[in-house]
């Protein structure tokens, strides 16, 4: 009898502090900026998120992926979610092989009127799961912000989406690489309009999104790397 009170008290323990570290979803602050680009964290689905642009990243598809033991709980899976919007299209266009996840791989996605907040989808491949390191994300924001320059927007939202997926990845880490990239895309823009090499828009805003359990910790990431491109 001990024990089970033991353990009921420990297991409610546990889920009282999970709930002091869940950020409500909706809540957005800005992190800081750089070069004139505001780095807003927003804790939101990439379904929701309402920019010009949703970025959406996507390992090679393997069979259930977004539903398996070590994904997001589908009422938390963002993956899950854009899916549901555009009435199972994520997974049949992964399933066929139109878009495979190759590593920095991209297919531009016009949702269907009403489905999305974001007019347009950005797939970026992250390539095989089971060779994921934190270090691609910066060639991976890069690849973002270049693209959304391209197509002329001024703001975007980019989702990292590996936790949806089920990668136990750094998220402060993962969270301040995409900003390096960002920047990195940015800057060489701003060189090449400089030049009169480029007619694009500059950047304004930039929402990062994160899960509701991984909101700070992902803004510690985004702050610190701010901080350090700042000084360049």
């Known amino acids: 009898m001990k024990n089970f009170i033991l353990s009921f008290a420990v297991g409610l323990l546990s889920l009282t502090l999970t709930a002091q570290n869940t950020t409500p979803v909706g809540t957005s602050k800005n ?4 070069d004139g680009i505001s ?4 804790v939101q ?3 929701s998120a309402d920019a010009q642009l949703q970025v959406a990243c996507v390992f090679e598809y393997t069979e259930n992926d977004i539903h398996s033991a070590q994904a997001l709980p589908a009422n938390l899976n963002g993956l899950v979610h854009l899916d549901d919007a555009l009435k199972g299209e994520f997974t049949k266009i992964r399933q066929s092989g139109q878009f495979q996840g190759h590593s920095l791989e991209t297919i531009l996605i016009t949702p269907p009127a009403g489905s999305m907040s974001a007019k347009k989808l950005l797939l970026i ?3 095989d799961r089971n060779k994921f390191t934190p270090e691609l994300m910066t060639s991976v924001g890069e690849m973002a912000a270049r693209e959304a320059m391209r197509l002329g927007v001024t703001n975007f939202a980019f989702a990292s989406d590996l936790k949806d997926a089920g990668i136990d990845s750094p998220t402060a880490l ?3 690489n995409v900003v390096k990239g ?3 895309a940015s800057r060489s823009e701003i060189y090449l309009r400089e030049h009169k090499l480029s007619n694009t828009k500059k950047l304004e805003k930039v929402y990062l999104l994160a899960g509701p359990s991984f909101f700070e ?3 510690g990431g985004i702050k610190d790397a701010i901080a350090e491109v700042n000084k360049k």
Do not use: E, R, Y
């Open 125 to 127: 491949g992250l390539g």
């Open 45 to 47: 689905g990439p379904s």
């Open 217 to 219: 910790v992902a803004g």
């Open 174 to 176: 993962v969270a301040g």
């Open 39 to 42: 780095m807003i964290g927003l």
């Open 182 to 184: 960002i920047v990195l």
């Open 31 to 34: 992190w800081g900026s750089v």
